[in-house]
T-cell receptor
């Protein structure tokens, strides 16, 4: 158990819908990273937040957005969903000053039908 | 931009044999290098990292990796594998800020009894 929690574990929804994925980092970790893992694209970095501020954006679509709240939990919002958005979405948290030491959550499996 | 190439998508190896998983990267700036492992139905776990100093880094579970700047490689090795090492292995790089990570497509290691 990494100490990072993600909810829900599984999500099935239809095209065009909007969903919110939630991540709670390990206690004391200020950084949260979001990743998308799919068979054809591999593991893609989406976005990084540090203590509520966006630090870096990767291959994140405009239909996707994220935020980190004052209690440090983070949410990834996916809208106008397409079949191709079906994937495993991971969040990871990292302690300050420990580059690369990311602790991954168990992931949310999103299926868009 | 940074990119990571894992040269082998699948590596079968017999138990107690040595293994090497290959990783090459490209970057116009200095980077940090990492290897992560993903066991079935789990998130990723950090195996080892190279930030600076000795080019040979040791990680958990008996794995080690060698950073070769001239060949832009960071190959992962283990002298004797166990059944429990069966998993997906990912090589990753980040810029020195640690804000953004780029992952390879993964190498599936299967240890054969």
């Amino acid at each position: 158990d990494s100490g990072v929690t993600q909810t829900p574990k599984h999500l099935i929804t239809a095209t065009g819908q909007r969903v919110t994925l939630r991540c709670s980092p390990r206690s004391g970790d200020l950084s949260v990273y979001w990743y998308q893992q799919s068979l054809d694209q591999g593991l893609q970095f989406l976005i990084h937040y540090y203590n509520g501020e966006e630090r870096a954006k990767g291959n994140i679509l405009e239909r996707f957005s994220a935020q980190q709240f004052p209690d440090l939990h983070s949410e990834l919002n996916l809208s106008s969903l397409e079949l191709g958005d079906s994937a495993l979405y991971f969040c990871a948290s990292s302690p300050s000053g420990r580059i690369g030491e990311q602790y991954f959550g168990p992931g949310t499996r999103l299926t868009v039908t | 931009a940074q990119s990571v190439t894992q040269l082998d998508s699948q590596v079968p190896v017999f138990e107690e044999a040595p293994v090497e998983l290959r990783c090459n990267y490209s970057s116009s700036v200095s980077v940090y290098l990492f290897w992560y492992v993903q066991y079935p139905n789990q998130g990723l776990q950090l195996l080892l990292k190279y930030l600076s100093g000795s080019t040979l880094v040791k990680g958990i579970n008996g794995f080690e990796a060698e950073f070769n700047k001239s060949q832009t490689s960071f190959h992962l090795r283990k002298p004797s594998v166990h059944i429990s090492d069966t998993a997906e292995y990912f090589c990753a790089v980040s810029r020195l800020t640690g804000n953004q990570f780029y992952f390879g497509t993964g190498t599936s290691l299967t240890v054969i009894p």
